[in-house]
């Protein structure tokens, strides 16, 4: 009886220092989840930071071509794929040049950086202008690239008639959605000059499709605002 009564004690004490290992086991974990959504809070806000401290110093802190260095809020992740939101957090740790302007749509809450080029890695962390098409500021016609199950998939919900901006280091300008349209990958007319400055915007389509997406979702807008001029001195 002695004995069995030892061997209960035993037993005991390892379940207890096993449950004790298990909590604290725990508790790292949930330590090291948080730290890892605070690290990409935190990145993410000192990359739209650098935008406001752009508009500040003004031509100071403005690269040779004039590009900010740009954004201001936390990324919306609701619209997201897992697989997306991964592969933006990745792109946290990568260094990018400064990014050419903000794109703004109210009506979707989007504030995302344009950055140059549509590479995975670029259109992972923002949205990308398409070489060969205008430059932000410029006439012609921007266009821009995203993703479809990133910062582009709110575009679905994008009517004629919205408002997008553009901002740069000392300007705003203002383009109004005219038109929406659905083309196969090989139509590159939408990405030629409509004779007023225009912003084309390109994701995949359909928005939820399994796999390579087989068309392109079209956004065009027309500048409606070129009146702007500097932006007001903070």
Known sequence: ?????????????????????????????????????????????????????????????????????????????????????????????????????????????????????????????????????ARPGQGGNLGIAGHRDGFFRGLKDVAVGDVLELEMVKERKTYKVDQIRIVQPTDTEVLQDRGVPSVTLVTCYPFYFIGNAPQRYIVQASLVDDKLGEKPRH
Do not use: C
Request: charged share 25%; glycine share 6%.
């Open 1 to 133: 009886m002695v004995e069995r009564a030892g061997r209960g004690s035993k037993l005991r004490k390892a379940i207890n220092v096993a449950s004790r290992l298990l909590v604290v086991t725990g508790l790292l974990l949930i330590g090291v989840y948080a730290l890892a959504r605070v690290h990409t809070l935190v990145m993410s806000r000192m990359a739209l930071r650098q935008f406001d401290r752009a508009e500040q110093a003004e031509p100071a802190s403005a690269n040779a071509s004039g590009a900010p260095q740009v954004a201001k809020h936390d990324v919306d992740f609701s619209l997201w794929s897992m697989k997306r939101i991964n592969a933006y957090e990745d792109s946290l740790s990568k260094q990018f040049a400064p990014p050419l302007a903000v794109l703004s749509i109210p009506k979707i809450r989007l504030e995302v950086p344009v950055l140059d080029g549509t590479d995975d890695l670029t259109l992972n962390r923002g949205v990308g202008r398409i070489i060969g098409t």
